[in-house]
């Protein structure tokens, strides 16, 4: 065994304690950072991942059987630009007669395929097996919405065989309501072929649009009847998780961020609180190179142990941390995921990141010669340090505390490696707690506790029912007249072209009292008269539009100049929001589809809901449950793991620092003891020595905890947040966090405080 | 009283009685366990059995805490390596052992400053610990164990680390203590401090007492 080896396990075996705290600290760093990595890739395109999991479509293109062949059709997956094609699968529409599974009565779109694999589109079964004889049917369900229980369903098809449920499944690319066999697709009469494309290109929709024209140039005119893109489905997608990716996103970096800091901090502490330790070695005769690879050696073993475990305990923890981060993302069975090289990364990144933080300072001690390494450290320098523990000394604090605050003037170098530790945790959980207040804010915002919503449809599309018979006039007004409506916004929609812009968006019209969203204006005002329009963030951002711009719609050979009064918080990036007078001016025969009723308090939701049904069977109604909005949720939860994950990471930078700190005293300690110090003062002392670091650390952690707050909700993109929704910040809550700071500290001593207090004085006394 | 580490005996039925006024000398050769008995004189280690009375008190009837502040009334110390915190000039170390039975500063510093200047090292109160000669630095430890006038003063090897002139001078000043009425127990290898300074002389064997002798004051 060489002598490098040796004087290194020694030195293991020696500093028992804080190997242990090196290789905590690296494991749960190298955890925070799988988990962090585990986001950021998770979170950069989480539909890109699943959908090409899929392999999804780029296009859903549905022919009219009566005008085209499959022989005609099944020329187009040679036509130029067509990467991979599925089809033609018959399809046909059915009618569901009554509530089904979880489904409303109404038309069913069922597609026959063979199988659920294939070249594009490969279907995940969630439940059972595939329809593979006549009478067997898959029902599409969401993940999560099938239950094997369900599986045996029968469903009574008007004018044919009845239908049995064999499997339930999901398709990223929405292709079918329900997929049959072949033959029983031909039992069902299709009228329609689907095909489903991938194409070389395939970024934007004039692309998608192009490859779509080349691929069908040789069919009969009109055959092609309807064709979906996976631009829009990632669009629906996007609208949903846009909002919380950038916070995820921020976690991630600031999870690795943290963890490196603090790893280098208390490496680079054990490796100076050893310069006496490296003039021994040299001392004893060991080259530079030697006593720089014995401390290497010794900071290996944990750091080595320490990125095994946790990128171990990371890889067990991240795909639930995923599932609940991406709870509300539609994703089909793919699973959200990170790719290996997280692991890999993380296993080879860790021991680097210690070696490096090791090398600096043991490469200052390669250049000391043996006196001067024994010296370093064991003796302070004269200066502002000693004068201001001595003017401490003469003040009316108890002495245990003048002492404990006095160490830091001393010791300044330990003092800033504790307080750099104190000042990470406390702006991470100042951030993490500021940008929790700001979700929790933003979903609550237009939510009324204890007022119950009804929402009513109209046009029957969303059910798939009869639409209403009443008109819209009729409607609203007996809806008014029913006990326990208070107020009634009515809602139309049109899609109107954008000036400037190829892509149709949605113009949505209110009627009646102002809509929730209303209450979710950050910048301007609800639009309130004609040619007055409100949008989200999102939309602003994708037309170049700000609140006082005015900009053109135009619908069927019309057009009316609108301007932008005001900004949503969050909002539909494909929609803008107006006033129904400004439908005189665009759609004069524009109708409600949909009445959104909010009830006097401790009125009877379900009364409501039933006298509804009594108005017009062709309106349905349901209940609106107000709960927290996923990007809520989700942002709060990864606060929380983050916060307590970085926060205990902090607390062991400043458990190391103390640790090493009381070692160093010894003797010290010793002598206070043996001259009437009680335990209980050397905990005060030692403790004191780093809560007035938990304070200074905490009055300069908060501020930039509150820069990266204000940060971060200025530039989330897709959410706008007004000014009372990032100012989260009052007095009782500076104070805690202020106090976090020197919990945060008192936590990471009180161990090494308590031992210190516990000192065999007899044994360090006597000993030089 | 017996004090056993593992297997190894360090104090084996050792049984010893000071007299107010007295100055002992404890004498014999290294592991003897002459520094063990004035550990468990000072109440900073235990006996595995046995008991140790200082100034009326049972030392195992008090807690860790107890014995703290039993120490901080009633014992002095001074070791061989002066044992100074070196984050502190002079004055403020003397000051210490009264600020921590709650002296006000001020009192604390006056006293010290008294002591200092009684041992002959005022003109060095604001000096730190590195700045001072072994000499000095024993009398600065010295007056930071009189600090609050203890009925026992225990010196380990006081005059260890010093060389000949300063350890003279640390033998004459324990003796004016003594003969001012100051309880001494010295543990020391040096015959000539322990005749200097003691008027009794015990000598040590395998942790036990294993001669005494009474000594006619040399001062």
Known sequence: ?768 | MHKEYGDSKALDGASLEIRAGDAVAVMGPSGCGKSTLLNMVAGLDRPTSGTVEVNGQDLGQLNETGLALFRRKHIGMIFQFFNLIDDLPALDNVALAAQLTGTSARQARRRALELLDELGVADRKDNYPAALSGGQRQRVAVARALMNRPALLLADEPTGALDSRSGEQVMDLLIDLNQMGQTLLIVTHDPNLATRCANRLIEFADGKVARESTLEATA
């Open chain 1, 1 to 768: 065994m060489s002598a490098v080896w040796q004087a290194s396990r020694a030195a293991v075996k020696r500093r028992r304690v804080q190997t242990i705290v090196i290789g905590l600290v690296v494991l749960c760093s190298t955890m925070t950072t799988v988990l962090a990595l585990a986001v950021l890739t998770a979170a950069s395109s989480p539909f890109d991942a699943a959908f090409a999991r899929q392999r999804g479509a780029h296009v859903v293109a549905t022919f009219d059987a009566a005008k085209t062949s499959e022989a005609q059709l099944t020329q187009t997956v040679q036509r130029p630009g067509v990467q991979a094609a599925a089809g033609p699968f018959g399809q046909a529409v059915i009618e569901i007669p009554q509530p089904w599974l979880w489904m409303a009565a109404g038309p069913l779109q069922v597609v026959g395929r063979a199988d659920p694999a294939g070249p594009v589109d490969r279907v995940d079964l969630l439940a059972g097996r595939w329809a593979t004889a006549p009478g067997e049917i898959v029902v599409n369900s969401p993940v999560g919405g099938a239950s094997s229980r369900l599986l045996g369903s029968k469903l009574d098809v008007p004018g044919g065989p009845p239908l049995t449920v064999v499997g339930f499944a999901t398709s990223m690319s929405k292709s079918a309501g329900a997929w049959v066999s072949p033959e029983q697709m031909t039992a069902l009469h299709p009228t329609s072929f689907q095909m489903l494309y991938r194409f070389a290109s395939a970024a934007t929709s004039g692309q998608l649009q192009s490859e779509l024209e080349a691929a069908t140039a040789g069919q009969p005119a009109d055959s092609l009847t309807h064709a979906q893109t996976y631009l829009s489905l990632k669009q629906a997608f996007s609208a949903s998780a846009d909002s919380y990716l950038p916070f995820m996103t921020m976690f991630g970096v600031l999870g690795v961020l943290v963890s490196v800091l603090i790893v280098g901090n208390v490496v680079s502490g054990a490796v100076v609180s050893g310069y006496r330790h490296i003039g021994v070695l040299k001392a004893l005769g060991f080259t530079p190179n030697q006593v720089v690879a014995v401390y290497l050696g010794m900071i290996s073993v944990p750091a080595v142990v320490g990125s095994v475990v946790g990128t171990l305990a990371g890889a067990v923890l991240e795909q639930p941390i995923l599932k609940a981060a991406f709870a509300g993302v539609e994703t089909g069975t793919a699973t959200i995921g990170t790719t290996p090289w997280v692991a890999v990364a993380c296993l080879l990144a860790m021991p680097t990141i210690v070696a490096i933080a090791a090398l600096i300072p043991a490469l200052r001690a390669h250049r000391l010669s043996a006196a001067e390494a024994i010296s370093a450290g064991s003796a302070p320098k004269a200066g502002r340090g000693l004068l201001a523990q001595r003017k401490l000394g003469g003040t009316r604090l108890p002495r245990s505390v003048s002492l404990g605050l006095g160490q830091s003037f001393a010791r300044p170098a330990r003092a800033m490696l504790t307080m750099s530790a104190v000042i990470l945790g406390v702006a991470t959980v100042t951030l993490t707690t500021g940008l929790a207040s700001t979700m929790v804010a933003a979903g609550n915002a237009g939510q009324h506790s204890g007022i119950t919503q009804v929402l009513v449809e109209a046009d029957g599309k969303t059910s798939g029912q009869s639409a209403a018979q009443l008109s819209d006039s009729q409607i609203e007004a007996r809806l008014r007249a029913l006990p326990g409506a208070d107020r009634v916004t009515a809602r139309a929609f049109t899609k109107v072209l954008l000036a400037g812009s190829t892509d149709t968006v949605f113009l949505n019209l209110y009627r009646g009292e102002p809509p929730a969203a209303a209450e979710q204006i950050v910048h301007g005002r609800w639009p309130s008269g004609p040619g007055e329009v409100a949008a989200g963030p999102g939309f602003l951002a994708q037309h170049g539009l700000a609140v006082g711009d005015r900009t053109v719609v135009y619908l069927s050979g019309k057009q009316l100049s609108v301007t932008v009064v005001g900004e949503e918080m969050l909002g539909n990036n494909q929609a803008m929001e107006a006033d129904w007078a400004t439908a005189a001016e665009l759609v004069p025969d524009a109708s409600a589809v949909e009445y959104a009723v909010q009830l006097a308090p401790h009125a009877d939701g379900q009364a409501y809901v039933k006298g509804v049904e009594g108005v017009d069977p062709g309106l349905h109604s349901s209940l609106r449950i107000q709960s927290q909005n996923t990007a809520s949720t989700v942002v709060i939860s990864f606060s929380a793991v983050f916060t307590v994950l970085l926060a205990i990471v902090s607390a062991l930078g400043v458990f190391n620092s103390v640790l090493l700190s009381t070692r160093e005293r010894r003797r010290q300690l010793g002598m206070l003891k043996s001259i009437g110090m009680t335990p209980r003062q050397v905990v005060v002392m030692t403790v004191t020595s780093v809560a007035g670091l938990g304070l200074v650390g905490g009055l300069i952690g908060i501020p930039i905890g509150m820069v990266g707050h204000r940060l971060l909700v200025d530039h989330a993109g897709v959410l706008a947040f007004p000014e009372s929704m990032k100012d989260v910040w009052h007095a009782p809550q500076l104070a805690a966090l202020l106090l976090s700071g020197i919990v945060i500290a008192v936590l990471g001593a009180l161990i090494p405080a308590r031992s210190a207090a516990r000192l065999t004085i007899a044994t360090v006394l006597h000993s030089e």
